[in-house]
């Protein structure tokens, strides 16, 4: 099974900041790699498919970028709405799986 | 616009079954893998099993292998997933979401809950 891991566990940050959200893989998962965020209550949204696609509605401050075992998603200028639990997935192999996630709060 | 609506969430003993449905509607179900992906209470996201367009190959976490069981009606446009052998560790909202791109998940039903409790 391919882990991963998603550093750091929480960030504290301010609106207007950038955050900067690592996800590391335990071995390659090529670009098969996914980003999600889910607000308190609410259902999980897909922000960037294939390391550095973004999704359907995904404002343009979200940027993924990374291959093989090393991804990061860059949130700019962050908005009140931005605080969230940001979730990597990958599914070059299965099983498919989430790293535990990143809590993004506010400052 | 895309809807997923699931249903069939409730309260079950341990060792009971339940079956979930999730009703696509808003794209064309028969061109898109589907799968389901579950969260247990204050924790994090945990794929379950996923289902190909032909209704025949499947894949499940070790978790659930043996005792889930995945199936789609690609005739009424729906997702089940069986659940039998049930435990504690299988409570969790339930989330049937539909295939993306690159091996992501690009729309996700508001999800069912199971409460496996005596």
């Known amino acids: 099974e391919i882990v991963l891991t998603q550093s750091p566990g929480t960030l504290s940050l301010s609106p207007g900041e950038t955050a900067t959200l690592s996800c590391r893989a335990s071995?390659?998962?090529?670009?098969?790699l996914a980003w999600y965020h889910q607000k308190p209550g609410q259902t999980p949204r897909l922000l960037i498919y294939?390391?550095?696609n973004r999704a359907t509605g995904i404002p343009a401050r979200f940027s993924g970028s990374g291959s093989g075992t090393d991804f990061s998603l860059t949130i700019t200028s962050l908005e009140p709405e931005d605080f969230a639990i940001y979730y990597c997935?990958?599914?070059?192999?299965?099983?498919?799986?989430f790293g535990p996630g990143t809590r993004l709060e506010m400052k | 616009e895309v809807q997923l609506l699931e249903s069939g969430g409730g309260l079950v003993e341990p060792g009971g079954s339940l079956r979930l449905s999730c009703a696509a509607s808003?794209?064309?179900?028969?061109?898109?893998?589907m799968a389901w992906v579950r969260q247990a209470p204050g924790k994090g996201l945990e794929w379950v099993s996923l289902?190909?367009?032909?209704?025949?190959?499947?894949y499940y976490a070790d978790a659930v292998r043996g005792r889930f069981t995945i199936s789609r009606d690609n005739s009424r446009d729906t997702l089940q997933l069986h659940l039998n052998r049930l435990t504690g560790d299988d409570t969790a909202v339930y989330y049937c979401?539909?295939?993306?791109?690159?091996?992501?998940?690009?729309?996700w039903g508001r999800g069912t809950l199971v409460v496996v409790s005596a």
């Open positions: 979401v539909k295939d993306g791109i690159s091996g992501s998940w690009d729309s």
């Open positions: 808003g794209f064309k179900f028969t061109n898109f893998a």
């Open positions: 997935q990958q599914r070059s192999a299965w099983p498919a799986t």
């Open positions: 071995e390659s998962v090529t670009r098969f």
């Open positions: 294939g390391a550095s």
């Open positions: 289902i190909r367009v032909n209704g025949v190959e499947a």
